[in-house]
């Protein structure tokens, strides 16, 4: 076991060093919500009590993609908190997706037999109102080094686990130095074979995308990227920039989406954003059903019209661009595609086949 990991210097911080201008800041109260001219002051004391649950943090790239009046833009509408939050339905949780309920260690979910998620960190370069996390991001900071330890441990004893998943909060948000920390620890152990990080950070923070950084995540086992961003207005120059350097460097990058009313839950909203990954070689991968996380009703659809939105993308965007729709079911019980469906069954055996314009189709298997 090395040994453990010491604190950041300032130096190991430098892409987010405190800035001295407040327009290089960001944004994290809603007093600075409302200098920034993305709250109205008499609408500030509605949302003390929610800043007090949920924290707010919104970078200055972010900042600067809202384009049109915060109260209805959609990359507003994913940072800026909103009365809304307030009110909890009785089938939301405060954790969604049951990361708990497959810890065997502090940091660690064990939820599928050849892969982990480790939590890395609980913060994040933003936090988004609709996070399903949301009530353990901005906590704590980098996971504790012990605790880290004990993922290794865990780790190193479990020879099934071929794939770690770095998530947290953003492990992109830690410095450099502590995430090549990571990987080299990781890459000690033999039956580790491909890391893959959920970040949100070359789309929100794309300066943290550094020759350091890429120069870190070039290790034994075979490093990727899932890219959390929800409309192509956030894939700004300097993010598509940020993605440039990481393809280039040969990491290979798929994307992630939620699926969020107010924000991009509609086909020709999701048509641009998929075509523009896929011109910044970004792989869509995954449209989310919005979890049940608490507070966020007013972001999610029915799942009946996810269905239809991805019903209207398909024969209109190519399959490259085409992410697989899928839920994870409430309480930990794993991810799945959730459709639409094109099959279906005929009493006689047969296959009725759906076309994209909705024609139906009868095929045979082998008698
Ligand atoms: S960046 Fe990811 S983990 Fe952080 S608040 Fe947003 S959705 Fe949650």
Redesign the pocket.
Known sequence: MRNQTPPDTAADRAPDRAPDRAADRASVSVADLVRDGLVRADHSAALDPIAAQFRIRLTPDMRAAIATDPGTDPVAAQFVPDPREALIRPEELTDPIGDHAHSPVPGLTHRYPDRVIVHVTQS?E???RF????ET?GSDGPLPAQDLDAVMAYLAATPDIFEVILT???PLSLSARRIGDILARLADIPHIGAVRFHT?VPVVAPGRITPTLIAALKVRPAVSMVI?TNHARELTPAACAALARLADAGVPLMSQTVLLRGVNADADTLADLFRMLVRNRVKPYYLHHCDLARGTGHFRTTIAEGQAIMAALRGRISGLAMPTYVLDIPGGFGKVPIGPGYLTQSPDGSWQVRDPKGGLHRYDDPA
């Open positions: 994040c933003v936090y988004c996070c399903f996390r949301r991001v947290g909060g953003d949100r959390h």
